[in-house]
């Protein structure tokens, strides 16, 4: 499985952003999929995952209710919306795919590149 992390960008505090992430491959829904993101001087940290068929999903405390992952089986894409961007979600974001459903970057067995999210006014 290939991914490709896009969407990302400089807003303001405050804005929205959604990324996708594009996954290669018929397998995509037999995937769980998650995002992590990894700021400057920081360690790796889960942000959202969604099962494979999107039944559930699960989200860091400090993006809870106000990032939103959803995934279109149909396209093998996987979004992540955020809303209510603060200084602090600066980071790159980085999608995964999986056998587990995890908040575990460990496991992960397929990543992206990372897309960039600067927020700053």
């Known amino acids: 499985v290939q991914l490709q992390a896009c969407g990302g960008g400089l807003v303001q505090p405050g804005g929205s952003l959604r990324l996708s992430c594009a996954a290669s491959g018929r397998t995509f829904s037999t995937y769980h999929m998650g995002w992590f993101r990894q700021a400057p001087g920081k360690e790796r940290e889960f942000v959202a995952r969604i099962s494979g068929k999107g039944i559930s999903a699960d989200y860091a405390e400090p993006v809870k209710d106000r990032f939103t992952i959803a995934r279109d089986n149909a396209k093998n894409t996987v979004y992540l919306q955020m809303s209510s961007l603060k200084p602090e979600d600066t980071a790159v974001y980085y999608c995964?795919?999986?056998?587990?459903?995890?908040?575990?970057?460990?496991?992960?067995?397929?990543w992206g590149q990372g897309t960039l999210v600067t927020v700053s006014s």
């Open positions: 995964a795919a999986g056998s587990y459903c995890s908040s575990s970057s460990a496991r992960y067995d397929y």
